[in-house]
């Protein structure tokens, strides 16, 4: 295995070197410079020493993004104890799955989530600690509310004058391979899988982003997050690559939403965009076509010799609305629309897509801008290996394979499904289809998975969602397809029972609708059901009865 620096040690490195620079801001709210992150590590440090954790305990996260919990998360690794990230939109009982699964001994939370769970469904916990201020919502030993209650008194022992740099001596990982973090892809319990990620896939992946874009990224530079931290596409590239370069994150604290994002773009104009296709769609949609789409702007585009004039004016307005100071655009976690992506490679605007997984912390493909073939996700990134298991990988589509630096240790607790996605030889098995043309470009055809993705990037499992409706009042089954970003249940309700109970075509439509509503209160919000529609017939089945889900797409 080539040689990896310890990540840890980067963190160390990162703070000493920028310790006046601004490192992390709640988008219209307070910043830590990075002298501030180093100080408020060392509390959290001497909370989870007073308090009996031990290296290689788990300390589960889950809250929105902000600099609280990117602290938590910092301070966490370079205590020597695993990290479990949280997405905080799962609901109540898909974050008692995690914390219980994950045998976590702390669990840190956000001011949405603390009024949604019940400690008393995760008994495995020593205390739950608020982000915000990092006071006890639930201590249930004596050591932390000691910890807690004297915390400024302890630091204050440690640090009688002032805290100062050369006081800083963050844990080492011992081995590259050592368990870093575990991020699960799903919160319930049947279909849970906590990655287990190691330290090398965290520097592998920071090193690729160095590669690429450390000259054009520059120290103080600023960033905005908007993908959620406790997803590893977001973790990676709109926070770890950044602190570890000394840059200044700035976190949109509330709900993204598109007025939001406009804002923080125009204020804070960031050097690079990281984002999820549904972001980049509306972006377009709203602020860009009904500018161009007249029959003036039409006619223009057409001749010859005024279109690529117009063409870079448009090209010129679309980055406005981006900020206008930005390198490139990072697309990733789906395809992007193919009339967007049409429009954008006509324009000749800056932008790329991607290609990832969460078992794989995340990158896999990637091309830089000027070299990304439209259509594709780019090509193998540095520390990583691309094939296509198919006898002709141009032309005839195969599973995408990939292995290297960036690849998972296996799933926590589930051995099984370890061994059915890495192979023998290293193999990470993605599950998608794809072809690889001769310059190494990879193309996605489509998923053996049916994994859906959320509008901030969220990992949508429809077969969990299919499960809960099937145990539903007259559905007999049922298919959760995405429409327009949507979800819609597709159903084929239990028909002779109706015709028994001499049931209306209003009477089932009305059973749905309550349906729908009694499914959407077990659901976090991106994956409530928009629509469910009722069909006449069965679903198509395979021999092994399985579905024929691609008819339905």
Same mark, same amino acid.
């Given at each position: 295995?080539?040689?990896?620096?310890?990540?840890?040690?980067?963190?160390?490195?990162?703070?000493?070197?920028?310790?006046?620079?601004?490192?992390?801001?709640?988008?219209?709210?307070?910043?830590?410079?990075?002298?501030?992150?180093?100080?408020?590590?060392?509390?959290?440090?001497?909370?989870?020493?007073?308090?009996?954790?031990?290296?290689?305990?788990?300390?589960?996260?889950?809250?929105?993004?902000?600099?609280?919990?990117?602290?938590?998360?910092?301070?966490?690794?370079?205590?020597?104890?695993?990290?479990?990230?949280?997405?905080?939109?799962?609901?109540?009982?898909?974050?008692?799955?995690?914390?219980?699964?994950?045998?976590?001994?702390?669990?840190?939370?956000?001011?949405?989530?603390?009024?949604?769970?019940?400690?008393?469904?995760?008994?495995?916990?020593?205390?739950?600690?608020?982000?915000?201020?990092?006071?006890?919502?639930?201590?249930?030993?004596?050591?932390?509310?000691?910890?807690?209650?004297?915390?400024?008194?302890?630091?204050?022992?440690?640090?009688?004058?002032?805290?100062?740099?050369?006081?800083?001596?963050?844990?080492?990982?011992?081995?590259?391979?050592?368990?870093?973090?575990?991020?699960?892809?799903?919160?319930?319990?049947?279909?849970?899988?906590?990655?287990?990620?190691?330290?090398?896939?965290?520097?592998?992946?920071?090193?690729?982003?160095?590669?690429?874009?450390?000259?054009?990224?520059?120290?103080?530079?600023?960033?905005?997050?908007?993908?959620?931290?406790?997803?590893?596409?977001?973790?990676?590239?709109?926070?770890?690559?950044?602190?570890?370069?000394?840059?200044?994150?700035?976190?949109?604290?509330?709900?993204?939403?598109?007025?939001?994002?406009?804002?923080?773009?125009?204020?804070?104009?960031?050097?690079?965009?990281?984002?999820?296709?549904?972001?980049?769609?509306?972006?377009?949609?709203?602020?860009?076509?009904?500018?161009?789409?007249?029959?003036?702007?039409?006619?223009?585009?057409?001749?010859?010799?005024?279109?690529?004039?117009?063409?870079?004016?448009?090209?010129?307005?679309?980055?406005?609305?981006?900020?206008?100071?930005?390198?490139?655009?990072?697309?990733?976690?789906?395809?992007?629309?193919?009339?967007?992506?049409?429009?954008?490679?006509?324009?000749?605007?800056?932008?790329?897509?991607?290609?990832?997984?969460?078992?794989?912390?995340?990158?896999?493909?990637?091309?830089?801008?000027?070299?990304?073939?439209?259509?594709?996700?780019?090509?193998?990134?540095?520390?990583?290996?691309?094939?296509?298991? $198919?006898?002709?990988?141009?032309?005839?589509?195969? %599973?995408?394979?990939?292995? =290297? @630096? /960036?690849?998972? &240790?296996?799933? *926590?607790?589930?051995?099984?499904?370890?061994?059915?996605?890495?192979?023998?030889?290293?193999?990470?098995?993605?599950?998608?289809?794809?072809?690889?043309?001769?310059?190494?470009?990879?193309?996605?055809?489509?998923?053996?998975?049916?994994?859906?993705?959320?509008?901030?990037?969220?990992?949508?499992?429809?077969?969990?969602?299919?499960?809960?409706?099937?145990?539903?009042?007259?559905?007999?089954?049922?298919?959760?397809?995405?429409?327009?970003?949507?979800?819609?249940?597709?159903?084929?309700?239990?028909?002779?029972?109706?015709?028994?109970?001499?049931? $209306?075509?209003?009477?089932?439509?009305?059973?749905? %609708?309550?349906?729908?509503? =009694? @499914? /959407?209160?077990? &659901?976090?919000? *991106?994956?409530?059901?928009?629509?469910?529609?009722?069909?006449?017939?069965?679903?198509?089945?395979?021999?092994?009865?399985?579905?024929?889900?691609?008819?339905?797409?």
């Amino acid at each position: 295995m080539q040689q990896v620096p310890s990540f840890n040690a980067l963190i160390e490195k990162t703070v000493l070197d920028n310790w006046d620079r601004d490192a992390l801001t709640d988008f219209q709210g307070q910043t830590l410079q990075y002298h501030d992150v180093a100080r408020k590590i060392e509390k959290v440090h001497i909370l989870f020493e007073n308090s009996g954790v031990q290296r290689g305990d788990k300390i589960a996260l889950c809250g929105r993004n902000s600099s609280q919990w990117a602290v938590a998360f910092l301070a966490t690794l370079t205590y020597g104890a695993i990290a479990v990230p949280i997405l905080h939109e799962f609901n109540a009982e898909q974050i008692h799955n995690i914390v219980n699964h994950s045998e976590a001994k702390l669990l840190f939370v956000g001011d949405h989530v603390a009024t949604v769970i019940d400690p008393l469904k995760m008994p495995g916990l020593e205390g739950i600690i608020n982000n915000p201020d990092y006071s006890l919502m639930v201590s249930r030993t004596d050591k932390l509310t000691y910890a807690r209650e004297h915390l400024n008194e302890l630091y204050g022992k440690r640090f009688p004058k002032y805290f100062r740099r050369e006081h800083i001596c963050y844990y080492k990982e011992q081995s590259p391979d050592e368990l870093a973090l575990i991020n699960y892809t799903s919160g319930t319990t049947g279909f849970s899988k906590g990655v287990m990620l190691p330290y090398r896939a965290l520097w592998s992946n920071y090193d690729f982003a160095c590669h690429v874009l450390g000259d054009t990224i520059k120290v103080g530079d600023s960033i905005i997050s908007m993908l959620p931290m406790a997803h590893m596409y977001g973790m990676a590239f709109e926070f770890i690559f950044e602190f570890l370069h000394g840059c200044h994150v700035f976190y949109l604290n509330r709900v993204p939403s598109p007025a939001i994002i406009a804002k923080a773009l125009a204020d804070i104009r960031p050097v690079i965009v990281i984002a999820v296709p549904l972001i980049i769609e509306k972006i377009i949609r709203k602020k860009v076509f009904p500018k161009i789409q007249n029959n003036r702007m039409r006619l223009l585009m057409q001749m010859p010799v005024i279109s690529k004039k117009v063409r870079q004016m448009i090209c010129q307005e679309v980055l406005k609305a981006f900020g206008g100071r930005m390198y490139e655009v990072i697309i990733g976690g789906a395809a992007l629309n193919q009339e967007v992506e049409h429009f954008l490679k006509k324009i000749e605007f800056p932008y790329t897509v991607g290609y990832g997984a969460t078992e794989c912390a995340p990158i896999i493909c990637y091309s830089d801008w000027h070299t990304f073939a439209q259509g594709s996700c780019g090509r193998a990134v540095k520390h990583m290996e691309v094939k296509i298991d $198919s006898p002709d990988p141009a032309r005839v589509p195969g %599973e995408i394979l990939t292995r =290297g @630096l /960036n690849v998972m &240790l296996g799933y *926590y607790k589930d051995a099984e499904a370890t061994a059915q996605t890495i192979d023998r030889d290293g193999w990470y098995h993605t599950g998608d289809l794809g072809t690889i043309d001769v310059r190494g470009n990879v193309f996605i055809n489509g998923r053996i998975k049916n994994m859906l993705l959320g509008p901030s990037g969220q990992n949508i499992y429809p077969e969990e969602i299919e499960d809960k409706l099937n145990s539903m009042t007259m559905v007999v089954e049922s298919v959760v397809v995405q429409r327009d970003n949507k979800l819609v249940a597709l159903v084929y309700p239990d028909w002779d029972e109706a015709h028994n109970m001499n049931f $209306s075509q209003a009477d089932l439509e009305s059973i749905m %609708e309550q349906n729908r509503n =009694g @499914l /959407n209160q077990q &659901l976090p919000a *991106y994956e409530k059901i928009t629509e469910i529609e009722i069909r006449k017939e069965e679903f198509e089945k395979t021999p092994k009865k399985s579905i024929k889900r691609y008819l339905y797409q």
